[in-house]
């Protein structure tokens, strides 16, 4: 990649021309827009056979087309036929549609250039904000405006150093601490934890708190996002956590899952915000949903809702390895099965209607809210008596999707697909993005119950990374699609809002400075009032 610092002339010199600047310009945006278009969308239930780009060389479908920026071509990238058509037409630039990067045959080098990055960053949002509608209206959604720093925020700035803005850093073993790098590694992936902590919403300087585990957070992003690449040791947030959780402490294998519920509820207890009730902290705001859960009495048709809170959904698998067919092991057939109703024995359920005990009755869970992050555990460790020697692994394959719309399985979802004929296309209410996820990580576990490793694959932007403890290497969608998944995490496509109106965090931090200044007048008049006071004592 060339030089930020030196940008490439080349480039500068074709957008300054008023003829070729406007074709770059024009094809450049139209290309970012596609690509915008066809990642927004999800596969209706009914796919349809939709023609894929191809190579204008040797004709082949193009998952991943790179976009001659003078002319309609389009080409592979690994088998050179785009960087032989530069070549041979005399072309200066090509484009990756998915990533927007562009390459420069003269440089013969990818290179970046403000403009096309503006162009870039304005094409994509126009794109999404012609697709995306708000949930109580048909307006589209508030125009995105780019951050302009002012004054005061220029003179903080200057003198700051820039840090890397990707996070791939391994974490060395500490003694068999393979169950927390993974739950790290995801935690670092998930946007809504990056963006907290890196928007330094919890300082670990400024905070008093002992033991505390979101300054362990706080300090684990800061060496992930550092200059340096050597793998990072973790050794105060192992501490923390084993002061925080004893059944986690020393050095025996551990439970992944186990550990990742330890460290939410650490996190909720030590960050700002933290509450029993309609609790607003990092934490809930991005892992707290809701399950509804309904009791049909067979007999009189009463129901009766229970809602519950949830960080996440733990799904139970068939069989066996090698026993079921993997179309009873997917995430959708995991889910169905999550969902769907259950008969409830005779002395479980007395209904308060028939004020007797119901000999039928059913008992079906559905998600009542969605949270921002989906987290999905796998049952892949059985314990059929309290003998841990007995414990087994459930070493089945799973699939899952790179995307998924979780409409099915909500209490809204059911209602509205209950009311429809057998044999017609599910309409759900609302617009689709309530309720469409991305993967962004997958945490695996290899080998047997009493000696297995684990690992994770994590998503930055569309690239796709493996980590093995201190190891990272590249990797891809599908390499992670065919891993042996033991949680999963998606995000919502597009986060729930209020349009045009100032994010309750903002109007709590100024609420708190205003706090704050009060306090600090308070005191001051006390030391005031104090001095005073000594001065008149010695009259």
């Known amino acids: ?165 990707q996070g791939r850093r391994g974490l060395l073993n500490l003694g068999q601490t393979c169950f927390f790098n993974v739950v790290l590694q995801c935690f670092v992936h998930n946007p809504l934890l990056r963006n907290y902590f890196l928007s330094d919403k919890h300082n670990w300087k400024q905070c008093k708190t002992e033991n505390c585990t979101s300054c362990e957070m706080d300090k684990l992003f800061t060496e992930i996002y550092s200059d340096d690449a050597t793998p990072y040791g973790p050794i105060t947030f192992l501490a923390t956590t084993w002061k925080a959780s004893a059944e986690l402490s020393g050095y025996a294998q551990q439970d992944a899952h186990e550990f990742f519920i330890s460290a939410l509820n650490q996190i909720h207890l030590t960050t700002r915000g933290c509450t029993n009730v309609s609790c607003n902290c990092i934490i809930h705001s991005t892992f707290a949903g809701q399950l509804q859960s309904d009791v049909k009495c067979e007999r009189c048709g009463n129901v009766n809702s229970t809602i519950d809170p949830m960080l996440d959904i733990s799904l139970e698998l068939k069989g066996k390895g090698g026993e079921v067919a993997s179309a009873e092991n997917t995430l959708g057939a995991c889910l169905r099965r999550f969902t769907q109703p259950e008969k409830l024995g005779p002395k479980e359920y007395s209904c308060g209607k028939c004020s007797k005990a119901a000999h039928e009755a059913s008992k079906r869970l559905s998600i009542r809210k969605l949270p921002p992050v989906l987290s999905f555990q796998f049952k892949r460790f059985e314990h059929k008596t309290n003998d841990k020697s007995s414990a087994r692994k459930i070493d089945v394959a799973i699939r899952f999707p790179a995307s998924i719309n979780m409409a099915p399985y909500t209490t809204l979802g059911m209602k509205d697909w209950g009311k429809e004929n057998s044999g017609t296309v599910p309409s759900y209410p609302g617009p689709d993005m309530m309720y469409e996820y991305d993967l962004f990580a997958v945490i695996n576990h290899e080998g047997q119950i009493d000696n297995g490793h684990y690992t994770n694959f994590a998503r930055f932007q569309d690239e796709w990374y493996r980590f093995d403890d201190d190891k990272v290497t590249p990797s891809s969608l599908g390499a992670c699609l065919n891993s042996a998944a033991y949680m999963c995490f998606y995000v919502k496509r597009h986060l729930d809002y209020k349009p045009y109106m100032t994010p309750s965090y903002v109007l709590t931090r100024e609420n708190e400075a205003m706090r704050e200044k009060e306090l600090e007048k308070e005191k001051e008049a006390a030391r005031e009032k104090e001095l005073e006071d000594a001065l008149l004592a010695t009259v």
């Open 1 to 165: 990649m060339a030089n930020v610092a030196s940008p490439c002339s080349h480039i500068s010199a074709a957008l300054e021309d008023q003829t070729i600047g406007d074709v770059i310009a024009k094809k450049y945006t139209s290309v970012v827009s596609w690509n915008a278009h066809r990642s927004q969308a999800i596969r209706p239930p009914k796919r349809r056979k939709i023609a894929a780009p191809i190579c204008g060389t040797c004709s082949c479908p193009l998952s991943r087309p790179f976009a001659c920026l003078h002319c309609p071509y389009t080409g592979c990238w690994q088998d050179g036929h785009t960087v032989q058509h530069l070549k041979d037409t005399g072309h200066s630039f090509c484009t990756d549609a998915k990533t927007g990067y562009v390459f420069c045959s003269e440089c013969d080098d990818f290179i970046y250039d403000l403009k096309l990055d503006e162009m870039h960053l304005a094409a994509a949002v126009s794109a999404e904000e012609k697709q995306t509608k708000f949930q109580v209206s048909k307006k589209p959604r508030e125009t995105f405006k780019p951050w302009v720093p002012n004054s005061r925020e220029t003179s903080a700035l200057e003198g700051a150093e820039a840090i890397p803005c």
